[in-house]
Nanobody
């Protein structure tokens, strides 16, 4: 499956952005999906994921502010980001987990994901 991430930008703290991860080649709903982010000098970290069955998981740092969802009709996964903070600044990557055994699996370790989008930059100014 090929993934294309979009929707990043430069915004002020407190603003909102919606990231989109469009899939081609296979129905995205067949896979677990997740968003990761990587800030300069830091490791890639899990942000949010959604399983094949629709179970959602968030990191503590974004819980209550970010919402992940599937848009089945457009074969994409969305990440609605509200109340953005400067510490949310990073390159955001979407990924597909094609090998999750259980439909409810949301794996937070990026090593399990084998299809990645190209990344989209999110910059939040204070």
């Amino acid at each position: 499956v090929q993934l294309q991430a979009s929707g990043g930008g430069l915004v002020q703290a407190g603003s909102s952005l919606q990231l989109s991860c469009a899939a081609s080649g296979r129905p995205f709903s067949s896979y677990g999906a997740a968003w990761f982010r990587q800030a300069p000098g830091k490791e890639r970290e899990f942000v949010s994921g959604i399983s094949r069955s629709g179970k959602v998981t968030y990191s503590d740092s974004v819980k209550g502010r970010f919402t992940i969802s599937r848009d089945i009709s457009k074969n994409r996964v969305l990440l609605q980001m509200n109340t953005l903070k400067p510490e949310d600044t990073a390159v955001y990557y979407c990924a597909a987990d094609r090998r999750a055994i259980f439909s409810s699996d949301v794996r937070v370790d990026h090593h399990y994901y084998d299809s990645w989008g190209q990344g989209t930059q999110v910059t939040v100014s204070s």
